[in-house]
């Protein structure tokens, strides 16, 4: 047992941190936070561009893949270096997706999509949402019917992350509307996001981020489209969502904010003498911070270095996601609170924000991963069933 | 980055483990309840040290295993996981540590081969009324005269002091604190019996006048807080292991009988209210988990710790606390019926809460470490 990293994960920690301060010029900070840390801006298509070049996508794909083989705590180092310098980082695409793609894909999106991802030239939203199909996903009816040679796509998407500025949508649509179990009549296509028929509409949330409403209006598509097996695309969603949830908890951003209030504390004096961190209630607002993110630093490293061992407990994923996901919120009020109202000011105010206003779009934004990626309330049922051995009841 | 066991540390927590269920049997427990008896299983205590439990971190040369901090920690967890009736966090982890730590070649020999094979029994006095910071004693002082002090003053809450061969003590200074061995049988020494929540042995003990001679000095003013920081720190990270016994088992206690529990027709741990009540005592100890195994493998290499032991403590605390309140909760009654195990472990749930400083002086103390800008995160 040794909590440490290795001298090879110091040093490309060190690596990444020095590689990052330097892509992240003062223009691309400032487009990505006019973007929401969404992305999708012209630098930030360039900046992933020279990623691709630098040999930085596609980090955890096997190495026959065209990927650089890193076991899953490296691929954690680098993920805790990308989002403490904020560049938004198209996940989804590079480490969910594509690997699935690189996989299971047939010859067409071997050899004409995986190398665009892995250059950075190519996006892919995710559409499994829908209106009537949220936690219970495999209730979908988005539907693709075999029409001659090709197949005719009907439906609606709900949260299509992204989709205004991707390539393609990984789209999950129901093949066989006769299979004896819902999920087992799911497959997963790839569709152009300018193919006709295909349209998005903005759905705007609390935290400013953008998500959209997509359409799917008659669209055809060719066999090349389909990935994987037919009526296969249950394995694909869920093998998806497992790799997602490595980067949802991550304790990069938020230590890295953590020392930055610290900070901002010993330095601010206060308007009746002494300064801000004196006062006892904002050491224990600290002190509490700096607790629970030391537990969720040691859940995400052992999650990491179980999945590089091969023995990551489906409970021990699922607590994670939990814990990780629930403390960001309670982490948020406890700094939010030290700040007071001044951490309500917004980063484009002219005047009196403190932090680069960054503790107000958090809050907002910091209910997002307790119901997305697998809401946290199967997370536990899952944990019950899977770390405690309870008899659950039947859905 | 390695969150595994080594060989010789699941060997430690497999042979502690086997001794420990088949020995510690609720009737075995049931036997010391409301002080029936001294609550210590002097039998086991013989099994383990043939085991080589009770050396599992002493030199060799001392009949020891000569393994470290973490296999010591791992066999305290599962002392927890049992509750065990033995002393041996006062005995293995307050006294014998830093006499291998800090002790003359003398009082080596004379002490560690005894506690290793478990003919000698030593504790430590940490606790003085009113002023729980171990490195800081304040009502029991020291005057020397020649080669000899004399220690006045009052410790509390020190347990089996009356059966111990020696109780290690602190006390004040002109400037400095010294840390003796102190012989319970000495002139001038008073012990007044307790009743503790646990119905473990726990006395006050007050010293007037009482001679000490330097051969049972273990550290010399200079020195005295550094060594009681030192044992404080490995006596805190200790409590927190045992905790994570005393939680992981009451969470798997809960988790069986709510499965086999039946309300309405069905099993109550199929009820999600009950399920998730459940998982989150798993997220809790998880957490507990990880933070204790980083402060003992830290304590282990000797490395710098505090942080990571204050931490550990914080969640020893707040972790207890809840789980030991939702598996009385999900058992309802049964929970807390004297005839089923349960209610025992709550008692020590409380007892690892708060012995050296619960979560609330915890996080002060950690706060201010913070203000000064000692625990930045990495
Ligand atoms: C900003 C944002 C971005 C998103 N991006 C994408 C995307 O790119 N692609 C995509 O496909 N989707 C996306 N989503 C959708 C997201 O995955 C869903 O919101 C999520 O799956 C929950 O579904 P729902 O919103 O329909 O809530 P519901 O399923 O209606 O759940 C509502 C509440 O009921 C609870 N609940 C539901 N079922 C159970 C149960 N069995 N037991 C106990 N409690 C239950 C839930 O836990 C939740 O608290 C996004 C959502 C948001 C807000």
Redesign the interface.
Same mark, same amino acid.
């Given at each position: 047992?040794?909590?440490?990293?290795?001298p090879q994960?110091i040093e490309l920690r060190e690596q990444l941190r020095a590689y990052f301060g330097k892509l992240m010029t003062p223009e691309l900070s400032a487009e990505c936070a006019r973007d929401m840390g969404e992305g999708g801006g012209p630098l930030w298509r360039d900046a992933l561009r020279q990623m691709g070049r630098d040999g930085w996508i596609g980090l955890g794909w096997p190495e026959e893949l065209g990927g650089k083989g890193m076991s899953p705590?490296e691929q954690f180092i680098f993920v805790e270096e990308i989002m403490r310098a904020g560049y938004p980082f198209p996940f989804l695409t590079t480490e969910s997706v594509g690997p699935q793609l690189a996989e299971h894909g047939n010859d067409w999106q071997k050899s004409e999509l995986v190398p665009k991802i892995l250059n950075g030239d190519l996006l892919i939203s995710i559409g499994y949402s829908e209106a009537g199909a949220g936690t219970d996903l495999a209730a979908l009816t988005t539907t693709a019917v075999k029409d001659g040679d090709e197949w005719v796509i009907n439906g609606q998407k709900m949260w299509t992350s992204l989709a205004h500025f991707c390539d393609y949508t990984w789209l999950a649509v129901r093949t066989d509307p006769d299979a004896p179990k819902k999920h087992q009549g799911i497959s997963l296509f790839l569709v152009p996001n300018d193919a006709p028929g295909w349209s998005c509409s903005p759905v705007n949330t609390l935290g400013g981020v953008r998500t959209n409403t997509t359409y799917y209006d008659n669209i055809r598509v060719s066999d090349k489209h389909l990935v994987g097996e037919l009526n296969g695309g249950w394995k694909l969603i869920t093998g998806q969502l497992n790799r997602e949830r490595l980067s949802l908890v991550n304790v990069g951003p938020t230590?890295?904010l953590?020392?930055k209030v610290?900070d901002w504390?010993?330095e601010t004096e206060l308007a009746s003498g002494g300064t801000v961190?004196?006062q006892?209630w904002?050491?224990?607002n600290?002190?509490?911070v700096?607790?629970g993110?030391?537990?969720l630093?040691?859940?995400c490293?052992?999650q990491? $270095?179980?999945m590089t061992?091969g023995t990551l407990n489906m409970?021990?994923a699922s607590?994670a996601k939990?814990?990780g996901s629930e403390f960001f919120i309670e982490a948020y009020r406890l700094l939010g609170e030290i700040l007071g109202q001044a951490s309500l000011v917004k980063s484009e105010s002219e005047s009196g924000q403190v932090l680069s206003g960054r503790l107000e779009r958090l809050y907002r934004t910091a209910s997002i991963i307790t119901f997305g990626g697998g809401t946290n309330?199967i997370?536990?049922?899952i944990?019950?069933?899977a770390?405690? $051995?309870?008899?659950?009841?039947s859905r | 980055m390695d969150f595994g066991f080594s060989e010789q540390q699941g060997e430690v927590q497999a042979l502690a483990r086997q001794i420990l269920s088949e020995q510690v049997t609720p009737e075995k427990l049931a036997s010391f309840d409301e002080f029936k008896a001294e609550r210590f299983d002097r039998d086991l205590w013989r099994q383990l040290a043939e085991a080589g439990l009770l050396g599992v971190a002493m030199d060799e040369t001392y009949g020891g295993m000569g393994f470290g901090f973490t296999e010591l920690a791992l066999f305290v967890e599962e002392l927890g996981r049992s509750i065990a009736p033995v002393p041996a966090i006062p005995s293995l982890v307050s006294a014998a540590l830093p006499i291998q730590r800090f002790g003359t070649t003398k009082q080596k020999e004379q002490w560690l081969p005894g506690v290793a094979n478990g003919s000698t029994l030593l504790t430590a006095a940490l606790l003085e009324p009113g002023g729980e910071k171990p490195e800081n004693p304040v009502r029991t002082t020291v005057t020397v005269e020649g080669d000899n002090y004399r220690l006045s003053g009052v410790k509390t809450c020190v347990p089996f002091a009356r059966s111990a061969d020696r109780i290690l003590l602190a006390a004040r200074y002109e400037v400095g604190v010294i840390v003796v061995l102190l012989d319970p049988a000495a002139a001038g020494v008073s012990i007044q019996e307790m009743q503790y929540t646990t119905f473990e042995p726990q006395y006050e003990v007050r010293l007037d006048e009482v001679l000490v001679a330097a051969a049972d000095v273990l550290a010399e003013p200079a020195e005295g807080a550094e060594v009681m920081a030192w044992l404080t720190e490995r006596t805190t990270a200790a409590l927190c292991a045992h905790q994570l016994g005393v939680s992981d088992q009451s969470m798997r206690m809960t988790a069986s009988y709510t499965s086999e529990r039946k309300q309405f027709g069905v099993a109550i741990a199929t009820f999600q209210a009950v399920g998730h009540r459940a998982a989150n005592c798993f997220i809790d100890v998880e957490c507990l988990r990880l933070n204790v195994y980083q402060a003992v493998s830290l304590l282990d290499s000797e490395s710098e710790a505090t942080t990571e032991v204050q931490i550990a403590k914080v969640w020893a605390g707040d972790v207890g606390h809840r789980v030991s309140y939702a598996s009385q909760h999900l058992h309802g009654g049964t929970g807390i019926d004297r005839d089923y195990p349960l209610w025992r472990f709550c008692l020590w749930a409380r007892h690892n809460e708060l012995m050296l400083g619960g979560s609330a002086r915890q996080l002060a103390d950690l706060g201010q470490r913070i203000a000064a800008g000692e625990a930045y995160c990495s």
């Open positions: 047992m040794k909590v440490e990293f290795t994960q705590i230590s890295a953590f020392n610290v504390a010993r961190i004196n006892p904002v050491q224990m600290l002190a509490r700096r607790t993110i030391e537990a630093k040691l859940v490293y052992k990491a $270095w179980a061992e409970a021990d607590a939990v814990y309330e997370q536990r049922d944990i019950s069933a770390g405690l $051995w309870m008899p659950r009841a | -």
